[in-house]
């Protein structure tokens, strides 16, 4: 799938697939769902849904007929993540968002970035086998650190 959505483009094509979730099967039920979470090189995240008649991604003709539906919806990466719990395990949730500390003592915000720096960021973050936060967490502690000599 392939759309501009507010003058962006999510393409199925070129973002990676980080997660599916199906439900109700088989695929031909009114009842059947399944979404499923990209990421796109840039960081974005967007969510395709699909159902059938009488799930949220139902599709309604001028008839009034309830039929079968799919959806794009582009979401924040809060959204992204809270999906992510729900519907991955463990290892999949930290290698997309970072560790998670037993206690729970991590807390989420969110950054605005040039596309630019978050591809710079990305990028060294893979050569150096880290994921995005983790990286990106590392840069900002070593900042910290150097402004307090």
Known sequence: M???????????ETAKLVGTWEANEPENS???EKEELYQKRSGE???????????QYARF???????PGIELRPIE????????EEH????????????????GSRGRITLTLLNSTIDTVRR????RKMNFNEYLEKLIAQQMKEDQK
């Open 2 to 12: 392939n759309k501009v959505i507010r003058g962006k483009r999510y393409n199925t």
């Open 30 to 32: 009114d009842f059947w």
């Open 45 to 55: 995240f967007f969510l395709i849904g699909q159902g059938g008649a009488q799930t």
């Open 61 to 67: 003709s001028m008839s009034g007929e309830s039929k």
């Open 77 to 84: 990466p809060e959204e992204a993540s809270d999906w992510a």
């Open 88 to 103: 991955l395990t463990a290892d999949e949730y930290e290698a997309l968002f970072g560790p998670v500390a037993e206690d």
């Open 124 to 127: 060294e973050a893979q050569r």
